[in-house]
């Protein structure tokens, strides 16, 4: 499978020039640390529910200390999707935005712990693609299965529509 037939999504776009601005261009600078210290974001660990908080000029997540190092870097993506993307109380939030926001959240996850700059380096025909992806960027398998089909179903889609645009200017001809 190919990348160059992949059309990426303005978010994706935005995920990526984002990282690029604050110097990350590798898996191995994808540091958590770094990235809430570059923004004033603390991060907490405490044995609930993960969560942010912004009170003023104060932002911090809190990621549950009852699960994996993985399960936290997929919380801190998530919850760091709603201090720099969304404002507003959630609780206070009509549930049609409520339900946006957690959309949007869930997609800045997949995109900042698997951005696209990022997927360029690997052989996509790899038996192993998974395994390694999820190594390298330390993450689940299952969010990585998740971006992987994300990918293949637009390069479907494309291809389709690339094959329908063909054949009508065909019958044009």
């Not at 993985?70 to 339900?99: T, V």
């Not at 038996?127 to 993450?139: G, K, N, Q, S, Y």
Request: hydrophobic share 35%; aromatic share 14%.
């Amino acid at each position: 499978m190919l990348l160059s037939n992949y059309t990426t999504t303005a978010l994706e776009d935005w995920v990526s020039n984002w990282y690029q601005r604050i110097g990350i261009n590798n898996p191995k600078q994808i540091n958590l640390k770094y990235i809430a210290r570059y923004y004033d974001v603390f991060i907490h660990q405490k044995e609930m529910p993960a969560r942010y908080d912004v009170f003023g000029r104060y932002q911090a997540i809190t990621l549950d200390s009852r699960t994996s190092v993985i399960e936290q870097r997929e919380q801190f993506f998530h919850e760091f999707a709603h201090i720099l993307r969304h404002c507003g109380n959630q609780s206070m939030l009509p549930d049609a935005f409520r339900q946006l926001q957690e959309w949007d959240a869930r997609h800045f996850t997949m995109y900042a712990a698997l951005p696209y700059h990022m997927l360029h380096n690997y052989e996509w025909d790899n038996p192993c693609l998974i395994e390694d992806l999820a190594h390298d960027f330390r993450v689940s398998e299952n969010l990585c299965l998740e971006r992987i089909e994300k990918i293949k179903r637009n390069n479907s889609t494309n291809f389709h529509i690339e094959t329908m645009y063909a054949k009508a200017n065909e019958v044009m001809e």
